[in-house]
């Protein structure tokens, strides 16, 4: 299994990213498959994911309305398309896949398969 995160990178408050994550080396549909950030003296959190139950997509309350997670399954890719951006959304950007069946996000703990990350810095 790889994951592969690209189109990090610095921008402006209010601006925009889209990250993307590919994917190989296993059943793309039958993993849950989402982002988790982790900002300096910060724990890991999961901000959104699809899940493999049901295909519900989650938000964390922070991210919510600004950040819109999508997937291409031919391409076996996923996109996390970031707006309205804000300096405390700076973390690096983790792409995760389990074949563990897992409803939200969860916990990192849940998921065996991550990306090396990609920066996202946010200046005021």
């Known amino acids: 299994v790889q994951l592969v995160e690209s189109g990090g990178g610095l921008v402006q408050t209010g601006g925009s990213l889209r990250l993307s994550c590919a994917a190989s080396g296993f059943t793309f549909d039958d993993y849950a498959i989402g982002w988790f950030r982790q900002a300096p003296g910060k724990e890991r959190e999961g901000i959104s994911c699809i899940s493999n139950v049901d295909s519900a997509v989650y938000y964390a309350d922070s991210v919510k309305g600004r950040f819109t997670i999508s997937s291409d399954y031919a391409k076996k890719t996923v996109y996390l398309q970031m707006n309205s951006l804000k300096p405390e959304d700076t973390a690096v950007y983790y792409c995760?896949?389990?074949?563990?069946?897992?409803?939200?996000?969860?916990?990192?703990?849940?998921?065996?398969?991550w990306g090396r990350g990609t920066q996202v810095t946010v200046s005021s």
């Open positions: 995760v896949a389990d074949p563990a069946l897992i409803e939200g996000c969860g916990p990192p703990v849940f998921y065996d398969y």
